[in-house]
């Protein structure tokens, strides 16, 4: 007995060794759970049906008017956050930006003030030096004394205008970014309005991007089932047509109100679909149910 349990355990450690990604493989699969119905909500939520929706569809829009020059997605293209959906004509701006640019990262001012100043402060230095000898005239040493005031406060421009400068360079870079549109979700394209060369306008959205890795389902029941029904319930998801299909999904809300013409009330449920093999806008059945390892 002893042979077989080591002789086991060397067989699956060579396995692994062997194979790391089917290892990971077994890592990354979902476990099997066992699904109980649970008795007191079967006859209330047989009849009932749930919709599948998007976890969200964000509307997108330039922030200001102009010209389109890329739209590189496509109805039905995959997109992460941050991918670019459209971008206006900026050749303008962008010349712009590269003057801006070339006045913050030049020095050439600063240092000529700077050897002006210190030529004016050493011209002051030999003045108050003759004048304590009595040999200049107290007018020259006004003089130099204004002209060292004036070469101060012309390094004291110089650095201002750079500051100045390096504030431009931002702004003309966020005019720049006002002129792309970016998606701030990860999902799917759902809808092109526009395309290159059309004037776009922030009143007028561009695309459509839907989250589709998660499905939203919204499931109206009885109102009997009220107070059976709390977040992090686990409900089976049954889609019967284009596809068959069963999924686990979890409550994340149940309406704080009933509607009385109908005595209904809506529950809101979290459903993976990181495959996105679950197109959204299906109808469903659902049943609630409690899970255990097999």
């Known amino acids: 007995m002893l042979f077989r349990t080591i002789g086991g355990m060397a067989l699956a450690a060579a396995m692994a060794l062997a194979s790391p990604a089917a290892a990971q493989g077994q ?41 389109i020059a890329r739209l590189p997605v496509e109805r039905g293209d995959l997109v992460k956050a941050g991918d670019v959906i459209a971008q206006l004509e900026s050749d303008v701006e962008q010349a712009m930006l590269e003057t801006a640019q070339l006045r913050a990262e030049s020095d050439a001012q600063i240092k ?20 304590r000898r009595n040999v200049s005239s107290p007018q020259q040493l006004e003089e130099a004394i204004a002209e060292a005031q004036v070469a101060t406060l012309a390094l004291e421009q110089a650095k ?40 776009a306008d922030p009143g007028r959205p561009l695309a459509e991007v839907a989250e589709t890795h998660v499905l939203r389902v919204e499931a109206f029941l009885p109102v009997e089932a009220y107070a059976m029904i709390q977040p992090g319930m686990t409900a089976e998801i049954r889609v019967h047509e284009p596809i068959s299909v069963t999924r686990l999904a979890q409550v994340v809300m149940k309406d704080p109100q009933i509607d009385a013409a109908s005595s209904l009330f809506q529950v809101s449920l979290r459903l993976p679909n990181a495959s996105r093999e679950i197109p959204a806008g299906l109808r469903c059945s659902i049943r609630f149910v409690e899970t255990a390892a097999p």
């Open 112 to 131: 000529t003030r700077q050897a002006e100043l210190e030529l004016a402060a050493g011209k002051l230095a030999r003045v108050r030096e003759l004048s």
């Open 160 to 199: 201002f205008e750079r500051e100045l400068a390096v504030v431009e360079t931002r702004r003309m870079r966020a005019a720049i970014d006002r002129r792309v549109v970016r998606s701030p979700v990860s999902g799917v394209v759902t809808k092109v309005d526009q395309r290159v060369g059309e004037m």
């Open 27 to 67: 890592a990354d699969a979902p476990r099997p759970v066992a699904v109980r119905a649970i008795p007191a909500l079967e006859p209330l939520t047989r009849r009932a049906s749930c919709l599948l929706e998007a976890q969200s569809v964000v509307k997108l829009a330039i922030a200001t008017q102009g010209t």
